[in-house]
Nanobody, 125 residues
Framework: QVQLVESGGGLVQAGGSLRLSCAASGRTFSHYAMGWFRQAPGKEREFVASINWSGGSTYYADSVRGRFTISRDNARNTVYLQMNSLKPEDTALYYC??????????????????WGQGTQVTVSS
């Protein structure tokens, strides 16, 4: 069992930056691939970025590649999403997810087993 708690969301102007954090409970955090997803009002939830258990492999949606960076600190049971050059279309509720059997690449196509409650990111123009 893994419990996930996101933080770091907020209101930022276009072109600005935010760093999201996701703190995980449990002693086996390092066994899980981790991912970030987002859902804008009226739209389906979409994949943003993922990272494998060691941090050695990452995967990004085309819409964020080059602007967002996912990383993890297994000693702190935390995964991060550094978001730079934010755009109004990045406005969404951002969710952290975990899965014990996924790879960084497959996190984008499976239904991860564990989800956080989400943190709101709003980018003003």
């Amino acid at each position: 069992q893994v419990q996930l708690v996101e933080s770091g969301g907020g209101l930022v102007q276009a072109g600005g930056s935010l760093r999201l954090s996701c703190a995980a409970s449990g002693r086996t955090f390092s066994h899980y691939a981790m991912g970030w997803f987002r859902q804008a009002p009226g739209k389906e939830r979409e994949f943003v970025a993922s990272i494998n258990w060691s941090g050695g492999s990452t995967y990004y949606a085309d819409s964020v590649r080059g602007r967002f960076t996912i990383s993890r600190d297994n000693a702190r049971n935390t995964v991060y999403l550094q978001m730079n050059s934010l755009k109004p279309e990045d406005t969404a509720l951002y969710y952290c997810a975990a899965d014990q059997f996924a790879s960084a690449q497959s996190m984008g196509v499976i239904a991860p087993g564990y989800w956080g409650q989400g943190t709101q990111v709003t980018v003003s123009s």
